[in-house]
């Protein structure tokens, strides 16, 4: 069976991406129902030198769509970082949703030796394979795994398959 690097990156992004939506439409229910503004979430944060959760979202959107664009050689969608509501992130959210939905598994055909760089290397590059290896997974799901904790820190409702969501049994 050959690899093809779509199916570590775009299926992967693709579905936590919708949980975080989920993630954040419990947050508002919970919110609602102890009797506060949802978007008191946006700002909350583990410990004071951490993101707080807006930027952790927009920390997975950026690994997501970057991670993509550089393995592929495509133009990824700007996103300043200027969103500061729920209705604001979430249509970031649905953005790179879309954006990671142009991908097929032909894009990513022969990537693995692409040359992949961010300014923070200072002139220096990674092989594509070695990016999502490397890098774009553990940063991706690192700001995923870290909004969810914000959200359950601050008593969000979420257990282990609001993260997991998608394993597909066969018999």
């Known amino acids: 069976m050959t690899t093809n690097l779509y199916d570590a990156t775009i299926p992967v992004f693709t579905n936590m991406l919708h949980n975080i939506e989920r993630w954040l439409d419990k947050g508002v229910a919970y919110a609602t129902e102890r009797k506060f503004d949802p978007e008191v979430l946006l700002t909350s944060r583990l410990a004071p030198d951490q993101w707080p959760l807006l930027r952790q979202i927009q920390g997975a959107c950026d690994t997501a769509k970057w991670a993509a664009a550089k393995m592929t050689g495509k133009e990824g969608p700007a996103h300043p970082d200027t969103e500061k509501t729920l209705p604001e992130i979430r249509a970031r959210l649905e953005t790179v949703i ?74």
């Open 98 to 171: 879309a954006y990671l939905a142009t991908f097929s598994r032909e894009d990513f055909v022969g990537c693995e030796d692409r040359r992949c760089s961010h300014q923070w290397m200072q002139g220096k590059a990674v092989r594509a394979g070695d990016y999502l290896d490397q890098y774009a997974l553990q940063n991706f799901h690192f700001h995923c795994t870290t909004a969810y904790a914000i959200l359950r820190h601050n008593g969000v409702p979420l257990g282990k398959m609001d993260y997991i969501t998608q394993l597909n049994m066969i018999d």
